[in-house]
């Protein structure tokens, strides 16, 4: 998708990730709208556009950014440092998704959380709302 208004920016070049991530956000409900940059130099130009000057003020930014490191271009490292170097950008929130190696290396008992009697309730119910808070905005 390309919103110039979009209120999510995925950064991301592998295009079966771009599409694992779309499937998520249709699967979840998500209705926001959702621009996909391929590369880290690509992104700065959807977020900074032709202004060239910090005092120029932005037309649309995204409420999420995100980012993966590995880019080409220019990674994804350079392209958080502008990021939040740029105060018309600074306060958007940037999640760097993150995929484990392989499926046997997360233990089960290491994400099973720790209950005892003064965090039954809450741990329980943060867990929950985590999961129901899909849409953003």
């Known amino acids: 998708m390309t919103d110039q208004r979009a209120e999510i920016l995925l950064v991301e070049d592998n295009?079966?990730?771009?599409?694992?991530?779309?499937?998520?956000?249709?699967?979840?409900?998500?209705?926001?709208?959702v621009h996909v940059a391929r590369d880290g130099v690509e992104?700065?130009?959807?977020l900074i556009g032709a202004a060239s000057s910090p005092d120029e003020k932005l037309s649309e930014r995204p409420k999420l950014i995100l980012l993966d490191l590995k880019l080409?271009?220019?990674?994804?490292?350079?392209v958080l440092k502008c990021?939040?170097?740029?105060?018309?950008?600074s306060a958007?929130?940037?999640?760097?998704?993150?995929?484990?190696?392989s499926v046997t290396s997360c233990a089960p008992t290491r994400w099973a959380p720790t209950v005892t009697s003064s965090n039954r309730s809450t741990s329980?119910?943060?867990r929950n709302r985590?999961?129901?808070?899909?849409?953003?905005?």
């Open 43 to 46: 992104a700065l130009e959807f």
């Open 124 to 126: 329980s119910n943060s």
């Open 15 to 33: 295009p079966n990730d771009v599409k694992l991530t779309m499937n998520a956000f249709k699967t979840a409900n998500l209705a926001n709208s």
């Open 130 to 137: 985590s999961a129901t808070s899909a849409n953003i905005g």
């Open 92 to 101: 958007i929130p940037v999640v760097i998704p993150h995929r484990p190696r």
């Open 72 to 78: 080409p271009r220019l990674d994804g490292h350079e």
């Open 83 to 89: 990021i939040k170097s740029d105060p018309r950008t």
